[in-house]
């Protein structure tokens, strides 16, 4: 079974330059997960997907990041424009997303961004 | 989601049974205890999570006290591959299953 899937693996920028990070879940996988983790500390969740629905978005900033799932699958996340506090790893995770069972995360390996 | 509390770090000799302590005393009844590590420059991989009961798996067990405020995980022969962030985290379906995660505790297994 393949994993959850992420590009680019690296990315270096520029303050106020512009960003986008893919994510492939694991096929059938309905619930996709982005967090942020800033280094010595834990990952954060950014956004929830359940679908091509949003479930939390409450910590994302919005007036610079934005997410989206067209089509319930892959899954985007922008930055516009990037602030050099920003830099960190972004994780994407997915899970089966049936609430009748408890949940487990499968993550992917990480987009390192690094804002100059 | 309850907050949980965990030491900073910790070692363990090779070969040795790894114990990790976490602190959840305002866990509420529906929420689970769930660990998960992190290997240096990977993401967080899902280890065991349990509710009232102690549960075994391939990877580590889980043990619950009986009031719930408190677990320990437990890598019964600790191998240097199992050095990495073990994060322990309560979490529900009102959040999603959503995982805030602390900061962990790092463990160190040395030879």
């Known amino acids: 079974e393949a994993g959850v899937a992420q590009s680019p693996r690296y990315k270096i920028i520029e303050k106020r330059q512009s960003v986008a990070f893919w994510c492939n879940p694991i096929?059938?996988?309905?619930?996709l997960y982005w967090y942020q983790q800033i280094l010595g500390q834990g990952p954060k969740l950014l956004i929830q997907?359940?679908?091509?629905?949003?479930?939390?978005d409450s910590q994302l900033p919005k007036d610079r990041f934005s997410a989206e799932r067209l089509k319930g699958v892959d899954s985007t996340l922008k930055i516009q424009p990037a602030k050099l506090e920003d830099s960190a790893v972004y994780l994407c995770?997915?899970?089966?997303?049936?609430?009748?069972?408890?949940?487990?995360?499968?993550f992917g390996p990480g987009t390192r961004l690094l804002v100059l | 989601d309850a907050k949980t509390t965990q030491p900073t770090s910790m070692d363990c000799a090779e070969g040795r049974a790894a114990n990790l302590p976490c602190n959840h005393s305002?866990?509420?009844?529906?929420?689970?205890v769930y660990w998960y590590r992190q290997i240096h420059s990977q993401g967080p991989q899902y280890i065991i999570h349990?509710?009232?009961n102690n549960e075994t798996n391939e990877m580590a067990s889980l043990i619950i006290t009986e009031d719930r405020k408190s677990s320990t995980l437990i890598l019964p022969h600790a191998t240097l591959r199992d050095t990495a962030v073990y994060y322990c985290?309560?979490?529900?379906?009102?959040?999603?299953?959503?995982?805030?995660f602390g900061k962990g505790t790092s463990l160190l297994v040395t030879p």
């Open positions: 349990g509710l009232k």
């Open positions: 305002t866990i509420s009844g529906n929420e689970y």
């Open positions: 997907f359940q679908n091509n629905g949003v479930v939390d």
């Open positions: 985290i309560a979490s529900n379906s009102n959040s999603g299953y959503a995982l805030n």
């Open positions: 995770a997915s899970s089966l997303g049936d609430r009748r069972y408890q949940e487990t995360q499968y």
């Open positions: 096929s059938g996988h309905a619930t």
